[in-house]
């Protein structure tokens, strides 16, 4: 292949420093998908476009029109940077030092973007089309929800064979992550003044006494060979009343559960046996994505591809003669856009070179080393899959 990969990799660098000086906040992504379309016009992509959220998107075309498109997918948004003085280089300076790209977005996600737009340049500076048409996309308003995936796959008009979604995987293949579920549990008692609190059933006790059962009997629920297990975070704990001289009359908490196999139901029948006699209920919860939560015995997941997926061990055979290594199967430990495809029935796998632990910390980075060897495999993906 005639491809200087030395410039290949210096330009993709250049291009993830200025992707880290255009700040991109989630609903202020408009200036770095400027930068993007920019880039990928002066890169020779054949068709660029902004879609009417604000998605950039980007095709090179193959040259077999009846094969579905393989999808880079990304995004373009990230977390505050926070205090800035807690950084030892301006989070949105972009510097380069021991070999990493510091910044905010460096591994989340300016760096694994930029490999993403430079492995298809390569394409185009090798002379070379791709069997199937590849399309870059690079989505608004992941960090806070994902209205961008949403729109972009309610509005997909073309086939799609494969996504690869650019999030942190470390060079290895992720393929899928948990699911989320919330649930609210509330225990209720009786309110008396607090001068007579043994005329009181105070809820207090038996939210105490759940969760003093929760941490060790989370370890009873299923866990998924892949994906792993099945975890549960109280996060918020909420009484009715503000008086201090009150008992309350209710009392309630936040259940976080991440799971790959448990149900909607399995889930409320964990919680109503840790509950106990105590009066209490479930209610509200919040299911991504969006699986009924009321009476479904649907396992919860993220999105999930087998390991035996041919399209799976297809890019797991191309990657490994693209690094010379075996490159393995892994998974997500945080949740990514992916989850909004699996409606659609999209496969998908996670490649990409930054690391998992990077991501929303001070001082993020990514290794040059990796986005080198990242750009190899994904030269090597949109050629031969
Ligand atoms: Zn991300």
């Avoid at 290949?8 to 379309?37: H, K, N």
């Avoid at 301006?90 to 070999?99: F, K, M, T, W």
């Avoid at 990514?336 to 796998?349: K, Q």
Wanted: with cysteine.
């Amino acid at each position: 292949m005639n491809l200087d990969w030395e410039v290949l990799l210096a330009d993709c660098v250049d291009f993830a420093r200025r992707l880290i000086q255009t700040p991109s906040m989630p609903f202020e992504e408009a200036a770095i998908a400027e930068v993007v379309a920019a880039e990928c016009h002066k890169l020779g992509f054949d068709e660029v476009w902004i879609d009417a959220i604000g998605n950039v998107n980007g095709r090179i075309h193959g040259t077999d029109p009846s094969l579905g498109a393989l999808v880079l997918n990304t995004h373009l948004d990230h977390v505050d940077p926070g205090e800035p003085s807690l950084w030892s280089a301006p989070p949105y300076s972009g510097e380069v030092r021991h070999g990493r790209l510091i910044g905010r977005g460096a591994c989340d996600i300016k760096g694994p973007l930029a490999v993403q737009v430079y492995s298809m340049a390569a394409l185009r500076r090798a002379g070379i089309r791709p069997h199937r048409d590849v399309v870059f996309t690079g989505v608004v308003q992941e960090e806070i929800g994902g209205a961008g995936a949403e729109f972009w796959v309610q509005n997909l008009d073309y086939p799609v064979d494969l996504v690869i979604l650019g999030e942190p995987s470390d060079n290895q293949i992720a393929l899928g992550h948990r699911g989320i579920i919330q649930m609210w549990l509330t225990f209720h008692g009786r309110s008396v003044h607090a001068s007579v609190p043994e005329q009181a059933q105070n809820p207090n006790y038996a939210l105490a006494a759940f969760l003093q059962k929760l941490e060790t009997a989370q370890s009873q629920l299923k866990s998924h060979p892949i994906l792993g297990p099945t975890t549960v975070a109280p996060t918020i704990i909420e009484v009715d009343t503000k008086s201090t001289n009150v008992t309350p009359a209710w009392a309630r908490v936040l259940l976080d559960f991440r799971t790959a196999v448990e149900s909607s139901n399995s889930l409320q029948t964990f919680v109503h046996q840790l509950a106990g006699a105590w009066p209490h209920d479930i209610s509200d919860a919040w299911c991504a994505p969006n699986t009924p939560f009321a009476d479904s015995d649907a396992p919860i997941f993220g999105f999930y591809t087998a390991p035996d997926d041919a399209k799976a061990v297809r890019v797991q055979e191309i990657l490994g003669t693209a690094v010379g290594h075996e490159v393995p199967f892994t998974r997500y430990q945080f949740a990514t856009d992916g989850r909004h495809f699996v409606p659609y029935h999209l496969t998908m796998i996670g490649y990409a070179a930054s690391e998992e632990n990077q991501a929303h910390v001070v001082d993020e980075s990514i290794s040059l080393a990796k986005m080198a060897e990242s750009l190899r495999g994904h030269v090597a993906l949109l050629r031969e899959f």
